[in-house]
């Protein structure tokens, strides 16, 4: 019994040590689990940099400040974003320079071994440290990039601090458009405080400066054009905003004349938008100052001069059948002097070219003394004054340039315009006024010549008439409207005249003329009647000369390939944009200015400068 009862005492006696030593066991297991998964999450989250020199400080080398153990920049290489490797260059911290490009807010200074630098002594991004390039502000060697509130932008990647600091614009006449806004905001707060009785001196005040500010915009488009004291009348001018702002007035009223002021603001708009296209067709259609200025010192000098003493040696070219004969309509000085002087420039035998221009009585003397004072090489050029022509049939003759008609089309998707030169009704005298002459070549005064054309002469054009390039772009068929339903194949092409070789003996066999003339008078007298009988005169007559032989559109069409323009026998500029014009387009006009005499004091004198 006392051994049974000394064997339960010593179980009793020993199982409490035995549970606690078990449960110890237990916590001691779940504690290092636990640390087993917040070390990983300690470092992943960057809190390794408390630990740094504790755990590392019997190594003098690890003791130094901002060191970082091997594995924990591997760990930190995976698992970082990956950026490009240039993206820290422009904004990398350059000791050697006198100021900081750039400082990232985070960075610590034991990280690169110098003090913090201090904000304030950052450069402010101004324009002397800055450079403009296309209207954008360029970031330089000595730019900080900070946001609004002057602290340096905080890098990130996307960040919209960096971005717009890169691609800020600078605000062309940013005073004009200053004024105008409080010139704005003060209109539609003056009503509501007119109508408070205690404020008639801020009443006054608010009249006054609107009253300024109208009259100095209406003298002023450019901060140029801005009187010198401006600064203080847009400073009083917003002073006065400002109190206006702090009394409580009704929101309705100054809504409705906010309303008010953005309705006549559109209309505004609306008339200018109208006025300027009425001032771009006129531009676009009268000669320039400069070039009648030209016409017109050349007409007096003509009768002061050289009106007795004409020279007539190279005649008898003018009517023989061997030659190459070049027909051109113009009353443009330059512009036929520029169609005919790249044409010799690019042939290859200048001795068998003669040009005939064709103008009218207002320009001829000035037109005749221009190719009396200027020689181009071997060539021969004979001026015709239309208007005297005696011819059988036609009594007056009156001078009419190539027509160019402009044609929209619009579908569900999109709408396209296109320009169609065609003959004017002088061309439909060509035989008549040459009858000595079998074939000549017509070129338009907005042409100019790349390559020689005289392979164009001993062209088998296989019966046609009319070697034009075609425009494909346009078919017969959509010009039902002007064509009507039947009398043509309506998926044939249309014509573009500016280069033609033309078949005169043909011509005079099948009496186009007459044929053209039939069907003016059954169309009426409109221009789309005459491109209507244009081109069903030459229906079937039509012989397609090769694509590189021309190239139009230079005149409308901004996005022509460059190397179609470079390798094309014939530049037409066709459309409203004219390269002597200042609104021609700017990278076609060099090709049209490089055949421009600039040495001929004429120019110099009426300010020449296409």
């Known amino acids: 019994m006392k051994g049974g009862g000394g064997g339960g005492s010593g179980a009793s006696a020993y199982g409490f040590p035995a549970k606690r030593r078990w449960r110890g066991l237990v916590i001691g297991v779940l504690g290092l689990v636990i640390l087993s998964m917040l070390v990983p999450l300690v470092f992943l989250l960057g809190l390794y940099n408390g630990f740094h020199t504790a755990g590392y400080a019997s190594d003098p080398q690890n003791s130094k400040p901002g060191f970082q153990p091997s594995h924990v920049d591997d760990v930190i290489r995976k698992l970082g974003p990956t950026l490009p490797k240039d993206v820290f260059q422009k904004y990398a911290i350059e000791p050697k320079k006198e100021t900081v490009d750039f400082i990232h807010e985070s960075q610590e200074p034991k990280a690169t071994g110098l003090p913090p630098p201090k904000v304030d002594a950052l450069p402010k991004h101004t324009h002397e440290n800055s450079t403009k390039v296309g209207g954008r502000v360029q970031p330089t060697d000595r730019m900080t990039a900070v946001d609004e509130s002057g602290k340096p932008c905080e ?50 005040e608010m009249k006054q400066n ?181 011819l059988d049939d036609h009594e007056n003759v009156t001078f009419v340039l190539p027509q160019e008609f402009r044609i929209s089309f619009r579908t569900l998707t999109h709408s396209r315009t296109e320009y169609i030169s065609m003959f004017s009704h002088l ?54 409207s002007i064509l009507g339903e039947n009398g043509y194949v309506q998926n044939d092409c249309t014509w573009m005249s500016g280069l033609n070789v033309i078949d005169l003996a043909k011509w005079r066999e099948l009496d186009l003329s007459q044929t053209f003339r039939s069907l003016v008078r059954e169309g009426g007298s409109t221009d789309a009647v005459a491109l209507r009988a244009s081109l069903l005169t ?7 000369l090769d694509d590189s032989w021309s190239l139009y559109g230079l005149g409308h069409d901004y996005k022509l390939n460059v190397q179609d323009v470079e390798n094309a026998a014939t530049l037409h500029y066709n459309g409203y944009l004219k390269p002597w014009l200042e609104l021609g387009i700017p990278k076609y006009k060099a090709y049209w200015k490089k055949f421009l005499d600039r040495e001929d004091p004429f120019l110099s004198k009426c300010n020449i400068n296409p």
């Open 155 to 204: 890098w990130k990647f996307g960040s919209y601090c960096i971005w717009r600091q890169e691609h800020r614009e600078v605000i062309k006449d940013s005073m004009v458009k200053k004024l105008k806004d409080q010139l704005f905001v003060a209109r539609a707060y003056y009503p509501t405080i007119a109508k408070l009785p205690t404020q008639s001196q801020l009443t006054q």
């Open 427 to 480: 061309h439909y005298l060509l035989p008549e006024i040459f009858k000595n002459l079998d074939k000549v070549v017509v070129l338009e005064d907005d042409v100019i010549v790349q390559r020689d054309l005289s392979a164009l002469w001993s062209l088998d054009m296989d019966g046609k008439v009319n070697g034009a390039a075609q425009c494909c772009h346009v078919r017969l068929g959509e010009l039902k």
């Open 538 to 544: 030459f229906q079937s007559l039509i012989y397609a």
């Open 210 to 390: 609107i009253q300024e500010l109208e009259r100095v915009l209406s003298e002023s488009t450019t901060d140029l054009d801005l009187p010198l004291q401006i600064e203080k009348k847009s400073l009083k001018m917003e002073a006065t905003i400002a109190k206006a702002k702090s009394f409580p007035v009704d929101c309705n009223n100054v809504d409705k004349k906010l309303r008010q002021i953005f309705d006549m603001t559109e209309d505004e708009a609306n008339f200018h938008m109208k006025q300027s296209a009425f001032l771009f067709q006129l531009a676009v259609q009268t000669m320039p100052k400069s070039m009648h200025c030209l016409s017109m010192q050349l007409t007096v000098e003509y009768f002061r001069i050289y009106s007795t003493k004409l020279e007539l040696s190279q005649a008898e070219k003018y009517s023989d059948p061997t030659l190459n004969h070049y027909i051109i309509f113009s009353n443009n000085i330059l512009a036929s002097s520029v169609v005919i002087n790249s044409t010799v420039s690019n042939s290859k035998e200048s001795r068998n070219q003669v040009f005939h221009v064709l103008t009218d009585g207002q320009n001829y003397f000035a037109m005749n003394l221009w190719f009396l004072r200027n020689s181009y090489e071997e060539a021969a050029v004979e001026v015709i004054n239309v208007e005297q022509l005696k």
